[in-house]
């Protein structure tokens, strides 16, 4: 089984490659698909939890070409302005969808005031993209702005990965303070 799923990606990344598609975004819905095909089929349980075993080289691998990728010397002057524009517009977007969901959703009152903190982590699917557009712009020989692009939203990552933990930590600390309240009240 594994050998087959391995063999319907590489079919299906060909296709995409063909298509000029988005490799990254075609197998992420694929393996949307299988996790859930998972559920509804027990023998896909052991099988999956052996491909991602064989991921985690894939992975590091990943993380460490993107950090050979990184050249620190250009987040002086501008890059720094990209770097702190980028963060700080991607926060005021999390922290503004989550006041939308918030105004039109049925959020409970005690995740109400904490439900923005707990979104400011980042993963590798930012990364990813990144590459994506590192490796579309070193194919038109722009490759101080490719450098320039993986720099900023790595390291962007990096500080959200430091940040979002604490700030999810503060709004778990709080979620449990209100229901503490709600609690000895009722």
Request: glycine fraction near 10%.
């Amino acid at each position: 089984l594994i050998e087959w799923i391995l063999g319907i990606s590489l079919v299906i990344i060909g296709f995409t490659l063909l298509l000029q598609g988005s490799v990254i975004l075609t197998m992420l819905f694929f393996g949307i698909l299988l996790k859930t095909m998972e559920s509804r089929y027990d023998v896909l349980t052991e099988h999956i939890l052996q491909i991602e075993l064989l991921l985690i080289p894939a992975v590091l691998m990943f993380y460490i070409f993107t950090g050979i990728s990184i050249d620190l010397s250009l987040l002086p002057g501008t890059g720094l302005l990209l770097l702190g524009g980028y963060f700080v517009t991607r926060l005021i977007g999390k922290f503004g969808g989550s006041l939308v969901t918030i105004r039109i959703g049925s959020v409970p009152s005690n995740v109400r005031s904490n439900l923005q903190y707990s979104l400011v982590t980042q993963g590798g699917i930012a990364i990813a993209l990144a590459g994506l557009a590192y490796n579309q712009l070193v194919n038109l020989q722009m490759n101080d702005e490719a450098t320039l692009v993986i720099t900023v939203i790595t390291i962007a990552v990096i500080l959200s990965e430091l940040v979002g933990p604490l700030l999810l930590r503060l709004s778990i600390a709080r979620t449990q303070k209100n229901i503490n309240k709600l609690q000895s009240v009722g």
